[in-house]
């Protein structure tokens, strides 16, 4: 959020990190503030506001007269928060970095955290992210919400970045790698914030939607011995009803805006799995139909494989499978595990167990979840 | 490039592990030799036996001195590898990250100095 006012962003999180410090040491003492995020920001700014004396730079200075300017606490933190997420998701950064920036710039996540969430050496991982804040520094990226005219494309961007944090965590169903706990969380507090600082935009509100129909499967997802429970054999009893009714009003909110996005068609897809809880049955034709949109709206290969097993729930596993055939060539697949998991249970379910048990390998191979890989073991045992 | 991952484990809880669990182990290292193979990714693997079968070897001075047992005691014992060929260090993890192994000891990747 200080970043927006001086576009150095290595300079704002020093300058933050030491009013944490500061903060730590006064508190204490004095109390804590009433309103802590601004006595911080307020802080932080001063500490700034050395710092860029002591550069005496005449970019700096103009910087030192703004921050002068407004050095009183004011309200609009979020607001920085959202600029700051524009620079950090700004096309010129690299797309595999905007994500673990907004984690580090906006959130204070550590690299060495960033880095095991997202898998990547943490010498690596800080590289990227001094490397990207050096190129908002000097390609002079701004730290504004865009104009009209760009802001679907540049929205998306933001989007997509949230929605990898959120990913993130959410391969972790279980919560027990300390590094990921806690980032489907983060990521639904972001949500939480763009959408309440842009409700008009729907794809917004659709991310938000689709987010909170997700984590409220989230404990389904386990069963009281820690195995995995598909989709399918969830109890929807166990999903949480106050976050699919958050869900709900946000999608309903989405679509009167009329503007369908990749986002909203995906929580429209999760909003068809939630009605389970209250109709106890799956609506397959709505679900292909949406997934069709989908295909439509993005080409991913992944919607193709989920648009495949909803079709074979609607007309049939030979149906299933025959969609499954046609992305065969497609060389990722070949390190892609719910590819293998599909067709390994459309096999199955067509008693090919031979080529059944060739996919179920695969997939268990390719699966980095021991309870996952265990729920798939019981399935390949099961062939006979 | 080529990576080394170097499969770490407490050796004596995998030896006395039940038999189910060791069963479910093995099958799930199968489907994972499996996976790398398929994907055109594995070089070479293999399992090794336990440190009481190994022997170490020194010669300071050209004179050997050989000793039963491990270079060093440890927590958890190399027990086995594979060898990979992969376009970069990202690539290497995500398949160190699937490895049955990962989940009770810990994969060390390296790099082939080449």
Known sequence: MLAARTRDVAGAEDALSEAFAAALADWPASGVPRAPEAWLLTVARRKLID???RRRTSDDAV?????????QPEAEIPDERLRLMFACAHP???????APLILQVVLGFDAAAIASAFLVAPATMGQRLVRAKSRIRQAGIPFSVPGRDELAERLDAVLEAIYAIFAEGWSDPAGTQVQT????????????????????EPEVLGLLALMLHAEARRVARRDAAGEFVPLGEQDPQRWDGALIAEAETLLLAASRMNAPGRFQLEAAVQSAHAARRSTGRTDWMAIV????????????????????????????????????????SDRRLAEYQPYWAARAELLARL??????REAYTRAIGLEADPAVRRFLQRRLAALG | MQYLLLIYTNENAMLNAPKEAATQMISAYQAYTEAMTKAGVRVGSNRLRPTSDATTVRAPNGKASV??????????????YYLLEAPDLD????????????????????????
């Open chain 2, 67 to 80: 000793l039963n047992g491990p270079f060093a005691e440890t927590k958890e014992q190399l027990a086995g």
């Open chain 1, 289 to 328: 139909a949406l997934y069709d949109a989908l295909i439509a709206v993005t080409g991913s290969i992944v919607v193709a494989i989920n648009r495949a097993v909803a079709l074979a729930e609607l007309e049939g596993p030979a149906a299933g499978m025959a969609l499954l055939d046609t992305l065969q």
């Open chain 1, 51 to 53: 710092a860029a004396r």
């Open chain 1, 351 to 356: 008693e090919s167990s031979g080529a059944a």
């Open chain 2, 91 to 114: 690539v290497a993890l995500s398949w160190a990250k699937r490895c049955p192994g990962a989940t009770y000891g810990s994969i060390e990747v390296r790099p082939v100095w080449a």
């Open chain 1, 181 to 200: 706990r806690g980032l489907a969380e983060e990521a639904i507090w972001l949500g939480r914030l763009v959408a309440s600082l842009m409700p008009q």
């Open chain 1, 92 to 98: 010129a950064i690299d797309e595999g970095v905007r």
């Open chain 1, 63 to 71: 910087d030192v007269i703004e921050l002068l300017a407004e050095a």
